[in-house]
């Protein structure tokens, strides 16, 4: 039997590619050697954007639309929306028991993303709700319902499977042995570096490439990327290692590289020059990515069904681990 694999992702917004080349590049491989649950998490993204519905909703839809553009294959992996499976939510209150609050204010991940919001919010608290701070549970039981026994992840969800670790041990020490602790399997390229050189590509810092933005602003932001700032005239020699238009030839896997690299060290290669092959390369990798996207854009109603399909082949599994849950607990009355 294949083992299972469980992830998922906020639909916060569209996928770039810090997405793409962090993450989802690797679960279209790992669609073929394992049984793939892969989670819209709505109700994760709703912790922090409860008060905007609106934009959780319609990012379900692109969400999905942009992984099936990169290559899930709803025949080999199942698709599906978390809050369309309650026994999530269920199993989130069973485990809340087991877990302190000092514990959840310990994690590193929460503690970082608390500290965020108190910097974006203020000092009050105020923004932090009881949802927000639970997360990692919830996220453990997103985990742990779907039988997930290996979690594809980048380096900041680690304290999340670790905690969803703990609850599983803790749970399995109280009730009896009823679920498995799931590993980690961590991403090779955990973060992508933004086009304007920060360390992280995200939304929220502006400096993204959408894998569906359109030729024109593929060219303006590829333009207007950053390149080795001690580089003044075309011909001057300059360092590809600090260059995000080198970065991106490597991530794109330009054929040309080593061209790419000694023209640039010997200040044979212009940066416009750089940026238009640049262009050129992503434009190719983005063609059959936005074929895709069109044609699922022109097909709402199938996004749905595979939305729903997998959602049924989730919602059996979960509801499985819930009756051994119960069981074990003995609430199965
Ligand atoms: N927390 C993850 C993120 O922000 C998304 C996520 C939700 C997840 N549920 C999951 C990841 C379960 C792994 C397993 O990226």
Not at 141 to 152: E, F
Request: glycine share 6%.
């Amino acid at each position: 039997m294949k083992k299972t694999i469980l992830t998922g992702i906020r639909p916060t917004g569209n996928l770039h590619l810090g997405h793409y080349f962090g993450a989802t590049k690797s679960w279209v491989k790992l669609q073929d050697e394992y049984e793939c649950f892969f989670e819209v998490a709505d109700v994760q993204a709703l912790t922090d954007n409860f008060n905007n519905p609106e934009k959780i909703r319609k990012n379900v839809y692109e969400l999905t639309i942009d992984l099936l553009s990169v290559g899930i294959d709803p025949h080999k992996a199942h698709l599906f929306i978390q809050s369309k499976i309650p026994e999530i939510a269920e199993l989130t209150i069973f485990y809340s028991n087991l877990v302190t609050m000092a514990r959840l204010y310990r994690n590193p991940t929460v503690k970082t993303e608390i500290a965020q919001k108190k910097t974006l919010f203020g000092n009050d608290g105020e923004s932090v709700t009881y949802g927000f701070v639970g997360y990692p549970i919830s996220q453990a039981a997103d985990i742990t319902a779907l039988g997930g026994t290996i979690v594809p992840v980048g380096e900041d969800q680690l304290p999340l499977i670790e905690q969803c670790r703990e609850i599983v041990r803790k749970f399995n020490t109280i009730y009896g042995v009823t679920l498995q602790e799931p590993e980690y399997l961590l991403s090779k390229t955990p973060r992508i570096k933004g086009l304007d050189g920060k360390d992280k590509m995200g939304k929220s810092l502006g400096n993204a490439l959408y894998l569906n933005d359109d030729s024109e602003t593929v060219t303006k932001k590829i333009m207007n990327a950053i390149t080795d700032p001690n580089k003044i005239k075309k011909d001057d020699p300059a360092n590809p290692e600090i260059c995000m238009v080198y970065y991106y030839h490597q991530l794109i896997e330009n054929p040309n590289l080593e061209t790419v690299y000694t023209e640039c060290k010997a200040g044979s290669r212009g940066c416009v020059a750089c940026k238009k092959e640049l262009i050129t390369k992503i434009e190719q990798f983005l063609t059959p990515i936005r074929q895709k996207r069109k044609y699922y854009e022109d097909h709402q109603d199938e996004v749905i069904n595979i939305l729903n399909q997998g959602t049924e082949e989730a919602r059996i599994r979960a509801q499985e681990t819930m009756k051994q849950v119960k069981a074990s607990m003995k609430i199965d009355y």
